[in-house]
């Protein structure tokens, strides 16, 4: 079992920067992949960027591509969601998620464990 709890969130202007901690419970964090997703009012939670277990490789929706950066630290249980240049459009309910298995890190279904979210708002 994970526990997994996001804080970081909060209101920033366009052009702002914030940075997403996620901290996990239990001494297996290096054994999961870990991902970031986030929901928009009206929308689908979407995937926004995903790290390997061991942090060999990274990923990001297009969206996310040159202004957020996934990293994690196991021996902190922490994994991290630095947005930089944020955008109205960012604006969102944002969770990690932990998997077993560093495949199908993309999809929001393959994911084991999920936190409670953060809210995230960028005003104009």
């Known amino acids: 079992q994970v526990q997994l709890v996001e804080s970081g969130g909060g209101l920033v202007e366009a052009g702002g920067s914030l940075r997403l901690s996620c901290a996990a419970s239990g001494r297996t964090f290096s054994s999961y992949a870990m991902g970031w997703f986030r929901e928009a009012p009206g929308k689908e939670r979407e995937f926004v960027a995903a790290?390997?277990?061991?942090?060999?490789?990274?990923y990001y929706a297009d969206s996310a591509k040159g202004r957020f950066t996934i990293s994690r630290d196991n021996a902190k249980n922490t994994v991290y969601l630095q947005m930089n240049s944020l955008k109205p459009e960012d604006t969102a309910v944002y969770y990690c998620?932990?998997?077993?298995?560093?495949?199908?890190?993309?999809?929001?279904?393959?994911?084991?464990?999920w936190g409670q979210g953060t809210q995230v708002t960028v005003s104009s």
């Open positions: 790290i390997t277990r061991s942090s060999g490789s990274t």
């Open positions: 998620a932990a998997r077993l298995s560093d495949y199908g890190l993309g999809t929001n279904n393959a994911y084991d464990y």
